[in-house]
């Protein structure tokens, strides 16, 4: 059975940061794009990030870029994600999923979310003002 378990959300300050991790099991992770989404309270979701299987190839929102970086211990089947210079405008359920399909690379409809799958139940982010 696969379990994805997104961690590390929590309340910050605005300019401060956190560390996200999705650790997956259940899956070869290393078969797997992995990307990280997140939706905010009366907002639909929205990609955040991609990475692809060798973690070779990222890719993220025009939202976060600068502010965030994404990688992958495939050896640990853990996906994390950076975020520094947090903005009130961050606050959201954090949440990470697995491209089917069996792309090595993310796709260019990633950041709908389309194809991904084994989704974990998230993590809260907060940033206060």
């Known amino acids: 059975q696969v379990q994805v378990v997104e961690s590390g959300g929590g309340l910050v300050q605005a300019g401060g940061s956190l560390r996200l991790s999705c650790t997956a099991s259940?899956?070869?992770?290393?078969?797997?794009?992995m990307a990280w989404f997140r939706q905010a309270p009366g907002k639909e979701r929205e990609g955040v990030g991609c990475?692809?299987?060798?973690?070779?190839?990222?890719t993220y929102v025009d939202s976060v870029k600068g502010r965030a970086t994404i990688s992958r211990h495939n050896s640990k089947n853990t996906l994390y994600l950076q975020m520094n210079s947090l903005k009130v405008e961050d606050t959201a359920m954090y949440y990470c999923?697995?491209?089917?399909?069996?792309?090595?690379?993310?796709?260019?409809?990633?950041?709908?979310?389309?194809?991904?799958?084994?989704w974990g139940q998230g993590t809260q982010v907060t940033v206060s003002s």
């Open positions: 999923a697995a491209q089917g399909g069996g792309y090595r690379y993310c796709q260019a409809s990633w950041v709908r979310g389309a194809m991904f799958e084994n």
């Open positions: 259940g899956l070869k992770f290393d078969d797997y794009a």
């Open positions: 990475i692809s299987r060798g973690g070779s190839d990222i």
